[in-house]
C-alpha cells in the first residue's frame, strides 16, 4: 500500500483526514467544517491559537491544518513558534487568510502552503484530499482569482 492510502480505499475516494481549522470567524469555520465532514473527513475548530494547543494537549492529532493568521490572542505565527504541533507530529500547515503571506514567510515558518480568503470552499476541498498523496512536499499555494463569496 503507498503513502496516503488506507485499507478499502479506492484510488477515486479521498482519504479521510483529520482537520484543525484554526479560525476565528466562526460562521465561515462552521461551513467550511460542514463541507469537509460531508466529504467524510473528521474536521475540529478551534477559534484561537491557544484553544488549537490545547486541543493538541488533549490528544487531537490532525493530518493537516488550516491556519488563520489574524486570530485573537496568539497570532497564527505565534502558534507556530510554540511548538504545539511537534506533539501532533508535525502535521502539514496551509496558511488560509485575508492577509497576504509572501512566500519567503511560508517558508520561514515550514508551511505546505497558502490559500487567500476570500477562497472557493472546492479550492479548500482539493488542497485537503490531495495533500495526502503530495509525496514530493511542494509547497501548494492558491494564486488570486475567481473565488466564491467565503
Not at 474536521?43 to 489574524?70: C, K, M, W, Y
Not at 497570532?75 to 502535521?91: D, H, M, N, T, Y
Not at 514567510?105 to 497558502?114: S, T, V
Amino acid at each position: 500500500m503507498g503513502s496516503g492510502e488506507t485499507p478499502g480505499a479506492t484510488p477515486s475516494e479521498p482519504v479521510p483526514a483529520r482537520i484543525l481549522l484554526i479560525e476565528d470567524d466562526l460562521p465561515l469555520a462552521h461551513i467550511v467544517a460542514k463541507h469537509l465532514r460531508a466529504r467524510g473527513h473528521d474536521a475540529q475548530i478551534a477559534a484561537s491559537a491557544e484553544e488549537a494547543a490545547e486541543q493538541i494537549a488533549h490528544g487531537f492529532r490532525p493530518t493537516i491544518v488550516l491556519l488563520d493568521i489574524n486570530l485573537p490572542g496568539d497570532s497564527g505565527w505565534a502558534f507556530l513558534r510554540s511548538g504545539a504541533l511537534e506533539a501532533a507530529g508535525k502535521p502539514p500547515v496551509f496558511v488560509v487568510s485575508a492577509t497576504t503571506v509572501p512566500p519567503s514567510r511560508l517558508r520561514e515558518f515550514g508551511c505546505a502552503g497558502y490559500l487567500p480568503k476570500p477562497f472557493a470552499v472546492s479550492t479548500l476541498i482539493e488542497i485537503v484530499e490531495r495533500h495526502p498523496s503530495d509525496a514530493d512536499g511542494a509547497e501548494t499555494s492558491v494564486p488570486q482569482g475567481e473565488f466564491d463569496a467565503f
